[in-house]
């Protein structure tokens, strides 16, 4: 191989390992495992409280500062979560007006339930850009991913 060659070859997987080391990170994210937890406007419990979040809401971590995560809903709000109120449990919230939850991951498969924006769904599992889910209501079945927001 010539030296030309060899280095536009360098050159090449050079770049390549740029681009992948620029890459985002896949997003952390948790999900509240208090009934009832506050979301504060800064790390500590002498902040305001911004909102009230319940039991499953999803929530994309933004960064950490001691016993504290820094949050991201689906709306884009921000706030501050203690750590220890947050769990690794697998939910999806609906961002849709209304969806429907099918017997399998596809539109060809029969309507088993609706659900409404702001509804809290367990996850539990995934396919082709199908979510397998459990409503608070006990019904279960497959939503389209582009309905909902979580992990």
Same mark, same amino acid.
């Given at each position: 191989?010539?030296?030309?060659? $060899?280095?536009?070859?360098?050159? =090449?997987?050079?770049?390549?390992?740029?681009?992948?080391? $620029? $890459?985002?990170?896949?997003?952390?994210?948790?999900?509240? %495992?208090?009934? /009832? /937890?506050?979301?504060?406007?800064? #790390?500590?419990?002498?902040?305001?409280?911004? *909102?009230?979040?319940?039991?499953?809401?999803?929530? @994309?971590?933004? @960064?950490?500062?001691?016993?504290?995560? @820094?949050?991201?809903?689906?709306?884009?709000? +921000?706030?501050? /979560?203690?750590?220890?109120?947050? =769990?690794?449990? #697998?939910?999806?919230? /609906?961002?849709?007006?209304?969806?429907?939850?099918? =017997?399998? #991951?596809? +539109?060809?498969?029969?309507?088993?339930? %609706? $659900?409404?924006?702001?509804?809290?769904?367990?996850?539990?599992?995934?396919? =082709?850009?199908?979510?397998?889910?459990?409503?608070?209501?006990?019904?279960?079945? *497959?939503?389209?991913?582009?309905?909902? *927001?979580? *992990?």
């Amino acid at each position: 191989m010539d030296l030309t060659r $060899a280095t536009t070859r360098f050159l =090449s997987i050079a770049g390549l390992c740029l681009a992948f080391a $620029a $890459a985002p990170a896949l997003a952390e994210m948790v999900s509240i %495992k208090g009934s /009832v /937890v506050n979301m504060r406007s800064g #790390p500590g419990t002498n902040t305001e409280v911004l *909102w009230e979040l319940e039991r499953g809401y999803p929530l @994309q971590v933004l @960064q950490r500062k001691g016993s504290w995560l @820094q949050v991201k809903d689906f709306e884009n709000d +921000t706030g501050w /979560v203690a750590r220890a109120l947050t =769990s690794k449990t #697998p939910h999806h919230i /609906v961002k849709a007006r209304i969806a429907n939850i099918r =017997s399998g #991951p596809g +539109t060809g498969y029969r309507i088993v339930g %609706k $659900a409404e924006r702001y509804d809290l769904m367990r996850t539990r599992g995934a396919k =082709s850009g199908w979510i397998r889910v459990e409503g608070r209501d006990g019904i279960k079945g *497959w939503m389209s991913k582009r309905l909902l *927001w979580g *992990w």
